[in-house]
T-cell receptor, first 109, second 116 residues
């Protein structure tokens, strides 16, 4: 079957760094996406990894290891507005995104 | 770039009526559009996938006669909830694929439907 494993909830302090891990199993693989979803809003695209390694985009970085079925999202210099759910979504062989419940990130002052 | 709009953002209707939701890609041509539903504190649930000019592909358990999808052009898809009932109350979100990166789904802001 296809599944995603992310922590349900994480707490971090404003200004700090947090890493959100994701392990996945899919039928085929065509890359992995990270989305941010604030409460009551639709998801917004953060990053896309299709090859192994680290992709950096401002305060956010995403890492992928295809052989391990593992990815992480790294958020630096945390701001209060980063409080949201973060969704790890691998794409399977049919180019469909597989969605889990995501990780709810709580930022404290 | 890669902006998707959705209209209306809020709908309140009586049980038994039909509701149409529009999804538009504003600055790119969407080869594929997706319709999702999300209940509070739950994950996104894919309802159907539609390609321009062809019939939508519905996920298992989604009634195609109840949730009518029309993908008339490369920038517009509509979802019509027919004979809505209170259990259809949910957050409906569309996404469109065709911007950059190529396989990325860009989401509309969503439509909250409340059926009384």
């Amino acid at each position: 079957g296809q599944n995603i494993d992310q922590p349900t909830e994480m707490t971090a302090t404003e200004g700090a760094i947090v890493q959100i891990n994701c392990t996945y199993q899919t039928s085929g693989f065509n890359g992995l996406f990270w989305y941010q979803q604030h409460a009551g809003e639709a998801p917004t695209f953060l990053s896309y990894n299709v090859l192994d390694g680290l992709e950096e985009k401002g305060r956010f970085s995403s890492f992928l290891s295809r052989s391990k079925g593992y990815s992480y999202l790294l958020l630096k210099e945390l701001q209060m507005k980063d409080s949201a759910s973060y969704l790890c979504a691998p794409m399977d062989s049919n180019y469909q995104l597989i969605w889990g419940a995501g990780t709810k990130l709580i930022i404290k002052p | 770039g890669a902006v998707v709009s959705q209209h209306p953002s809020w709908v309140i209707c009586k049980s038994g009526t039909s509701v149409k939701i529009e999804c538009r890609s504003l600055d790119f041509q969407a080869t594929t559009m997706f319709w999702y539903r999300q209940f509070p504190k739950q994950s996104l649930m894919l309802m159907a996938t539609s390609n321009e000019g062809s019939k939508a592909t519905y996920e298992q358990g989604v009634e195609k006669d109840k949730f009518l999808i029309n993908h008339a052009s490369l920038t517009l898809s509509t979802l019509t909830v027919t004979s809505a009932h209170p259990e259809d109350s949910s957050f409906y979100i569309c996404s469109a694929r065709g911007g950059q990166p190529q396989e990325t789904q860009y989401f509309g802001p969503g439509t909250r439907l409340l059926v009384l």
